[in-house]
């Protein structure tokens, strides 16, 4: 066990809806790290917080939006969901020394109708 | 082109067979390197980071060739329990951090 924890685990929601996901990151990680899976693929860079600021963003639109907390939890927000956000959404925490090598939560998979 | 390509596989090998990958990336300033192993239906798990110098720990043993623009996995004396999908991360930071995975690439051990 990694020690990140992911909620809700699964969730399904209708196009145009808003979703929130939430990533508790192991203790004494500053960093916290969002992809998308898709079945069969690797997962796609969303975004990374540091010390509760964006420090980079793959090739997401705005409508994925994200916080960090003082405690370094984390938030995805995902605004006028689309079929295609369908996927395993997973969020990594690693220290700021080591920000690359990154424990994974178990995920939450969103399924949009 | 894909930033980071991997063979997709399956690689299907028998037990104690020796098992390599590669994985080539596309950006020369690429920084950092590492394998991941992912189970079905479960989330990616660091197996190891790649050094420049090449790094080995147990049966694993992890290679990079800037020059070439490829990271390696050499898994010698195959397990059961190391059939999965195998993933490599390449990293690089300027003004802020950009991670890319590849696709995988699945391994099947067989008995």
């Known amino acids: 066990e990694t020690g990140v924890t992911q909620s809700p685990t699964h969730l399904i929601k209708t196009r145009g809806q808003q979703v929130t996901l939430r990533c508790s990151s192991q203790?004494?990680?500053?960093?916290v790290s969002w992809y998308q899976q898709a079945l069969g693929q690797g997962p796609q860079f969303i975004f990374q917080?540091?010390?509760?600021?964006?420090?980079g963003r793959g090739n997401f639109p705005p409508r994925f939006s994200g916080l960090q907390f003082p405690n370094y939890s984390s938030e995805l927000n995902v605004n006028a969901l689309e079929l295609d956000d369908s996927a395993l959404y997973l969020c990594?925490?690693?220290?700021?020394?080591?920000?690359?090598?990154?424990?994974f939560g178990p995920g939450t998979r969103l399924t949009v109708t | 082109r894909k930033e980071v390509e991997q063979d997709p596989g399956p690689f299907n090998v028998p037990e104690g067979a020796t098992v390599a990958f590669n994985c080539t990336y596309s950006?020369?300033?690429?920084?950092?390197f590492f394998w991941y192993r992912q189970d079905c239906r479960k989330e990616p798990k660091l197996l190891m980071s790649?050094?420049?110098s090449g790094n080995e720990d147990g049966r694993f043993t992890a290679q990079l060739n800037r020059a070439s623009q490829y990271i390696s996995l050499l898994i010698r004396d195959s397990k059961l329990s190391d059939s999965a999908t195998y993933l490599c991360v390449v990293t690089f930071y300027s003004s802020a951090s950009k991670i890319i995975f590849g696709s995988g690439t699945r391994l099947s051990i067989r008995p």
């Open positions: 790649v050094y420049s």
């Open positions: 917080y540091y010390r509760e600021e964006e420090n």
């Open positions: 950006n020369s300033a690429s920084q950092s």
């Open positions: 203790s004494g990680h500053n960093t």
């Open positions: 990594a925490s690693s220290t700021g020394q080591k920000a690359y090598e990154q424990y």
